[in-house]
């Protein structure tokens, strides 16, 4: 029997990242995130929120969360306060207070402009 080449595309991928989340495997999650590139494929919003909360849930990750929130700025997707929240619980979860208070800033920003 011939075997078939499974293509992976954004949905399966985002599936394969709250997997890693379910897991406790943040880090496998955030390298899955990040070979999308490289996979061809384009993230959308699921895909970034699942690999925030991934992160959130590592509680070591504040600042890769932040990472991945600017680049969120890059792409012509728009931020959601739900966004904002995961990477603030991020924030939260890695004693990060400091950047907390600056994201709850510029999601204020956004939100009013």
Not at 43 to 63: I, Y
Not at 73 to 100: K, N
Request: charged fraction near 20%; glycine fraction near 2%; include cysteine.
């Amino acid at each position: 029997m011939l075997e078939a080449e499974i293509q992976p595309d954004v949905v399966s991928s985002t599936a394969a990242i709250i997997a890693y989340q379910q897991c406790s495997q943040w880090n496998m999650a955030l390298q899955l995130f990040d070979n999308f590139p490289r996979a061809q494929l384009k993230p959308d919003l699921r895909s970034f929120h699942a690999t925030l909360r991934a992160l959130a849930d590592g509680q070591h990750c504040g600042m890769d969360a932040l990472q991945l929130l600017q680049s969120l700025d890059s792409t012509r997707l728009q931020l959601t306060p739900l966004t904002y929240d995961i990477a603030i619980c991020s924030c939260e979860s890695s004693g990060q207070w400091q950047e907390e208070r600056k994201t709850k800033k510029n999601m204020l920003k956004a939100v009013r402009s």
